[in-house]
């Protein structure tokens, strides 16, 4: 197939791009800077220029392309208090990518979150709520929240092969710089590895390349309206992660009281106060997907989250 991904050269789609070379596959990676080219052209992807914004290029290159994968986000400007606009912008994209493969048949694969979906229960599969079935406080995902992830299931309808992979709140490897980089982070910052309370509060984990995976056997194989879930660990304690940090940074390991887990943790925190395990039994059945990479707390004890500049 030829393969348009967006965020081709980001965290995920560095890996994925490969993924889907090494499957066969050609790649139309867009990007937004020279830097992004290179990085795509030196991976063996084509090049298409451009933005999230570019609503035409990205009309025509999907019309272009025999299959979609959707990464790309504007955290750059959901972070500097963007947040409305970034989620306008990806929702725009979202209804070209549909307007573009309507009646096809091709797939189109969304990127979408776990954290935060069934606060305290195990989130499966068939947990598919509504935005207006979220507590505002949950700090979800912005494809969840938005709804922009039930617009992409809703494309079946439309015959288009709609999937949406949904990803653990950290999706781990050398290079990472998400929650688990924060984290670590903030124990330097503060001389100590904390967690809240007694740090039960679970996080399901994925190692990018079992993710990278899971997102080449959706394009190729999931039907229509499926939702996958990324996770090869169902639930990792906060507390057994800080004890890994403590051990390799040489800090204490500590409880941090729930009403002080704002200063301490700062924006992180209001993650960090969520036990939100989840499976992926039915996504492994349906695509064979069996992750074979270390699971989190193998991947900390390995040291590259450590190294001196690594965060």
Do not use: C
């Amino acid at each position: 197939m030829r393969v348009f991904v967006t965020g081709a050269s980001g965290w995920i789609g560095s890996a994925l791009v490969p993924e889907l070379i090494d499957a066969g596959h050609q790649v139309v990676g867009l990007a937004r800077s020279d830097a992004s080219a290179a990085v795509l052209t030196k991976a063996g992807a084509d090049v298409v220029p451009g933005s999230l914004d570019d609503v035409e290029v990205l009309r025509d290159t999907a019309e272009a392309s025999d299959g979609l994968v959707h990464l790309a986000f504007k955290h750059d400007l959901a972070f500097s208090g963007g947040f409305q606009d970034a989620a306008d912008a990806d929702r725009r994209a979202v209804e070209t990518f549909g307007d573009a493969l309507a009646g096809s048949g091709r797939p189109f694969v969304l990127a979408s979150g776990l954290l935060g979906l069934v606060p305290g229960s195990v989130a499966t599969e068939a947990d598919v709520r509504t935005p207006d079935e979220l507590p505002a406080h949950l700090p979800v995902g912005p494809r969840t929240r938005m709804g922009t992830a039930h617009l992409t299931l809703a494309m079946a309808d439309r015959n288009i092969r709609s999937s949406v992979v949904r990803l653990p709140p950290t999706v781990h490897g050398e290079g990472d710089n998400g929650f688990m980089a924060a984290l670590i982070g903030i124990a330097r910052d503060k001389g100590v590895a904390g967690y809240i309370g007694d740090g039960s509060q679970r996080w399901p984990a994925g190692h990018r390349d079992d993710v990278a995976r899971l997102f080449r056997l959706a394009l190729e194989g999931a039907p229509a309206g499926s939702v996958l879930h990324a996770t090869a660990e169902e639930g990792v304690p906060i507390r057994s992660v800080a004890e890994v940090i403590g051990r390799h940074l040489d800090l204490p390991t500590r409880s941090v009281p729930a009403e002080d887990a704002a200063e301490h943790f700062t924006w992180l925190a209001g993650f960090l106060g969520l036990d939100s395990p989840a499976s992926s039994g039915p996504t492994r059945e349906l695509l064979g997907w069996r992750p074979t990479r270390p699971g989190l707390i193998e991947d900390l004890d390995k040291g590259h989250y450590f190294r001196t500049g690594g965060q």
